[in-house]
Nanobody, 121 residues
Framework: QVQLVESGGGLVQAGGSLRLSCVMS????????MGWFRQAPGKEREFVAA?????TYADSVKGRFTISRDNARNTVYVQMNSLKPEDTAVYYC?????????????????WGQGTQVTVSS
């Protein structure tokens, strides 16, 4: 059984930084693409970033967020800099067992429970 556990969320002022972590267990971590998504109240879950053979980012976070992975620690990270109030959301990590569209939530097979990020103005 695959499990994903996120951590690192919190409250930060606009312009600040946070690093989210997601630890995966139950599968060989290095074999799969990982993604970060977020969901704000009343909005649909949206793509943030993904890492497989390459990395890809949503336009709204490009240049501010960096996704990375440490296969030895079974962990994927997203470093979030220059945070804005509109980045406020619950952030989820996910793993996909195939090679489908990284930007689509339904491409992913397992999800973490989420971690809250709140950016104050």
């Amino acid at each position: 059984q695959v499990q994903l556990v996120e951590s690192g969320g919190g409250l930060v002022q606009a312009g600040g930084s946070l690093r989210l972590s997601c630890v995966m267990s139950g599968r060989t971590f290095s074999s799969y693409a990982m993604g970060w998504f977020r969901q704000a109240p009343g909005k649909e879950r949206e793509f943030v970033a993904a890492i497989g053979v390459m990395t890809t980012y949503a336009d709204s976070v490009k240049g501010r967020f960096t996704i990375s992975r440490d296969n030895a620690r079974n962990t994927v990270y997203v470093q979030m800099n220059s945070l804005k109030p509109e980045d406020t959301a619950v952030y989820y990590c996910a793993v996909q067992l195939g090679y489908r569209d990284f930007r689509v939530p339904s491409s992913y097979n397992y999800w973490g429970q989420g971690t809250q990020v709140t950016v104050s103005s």
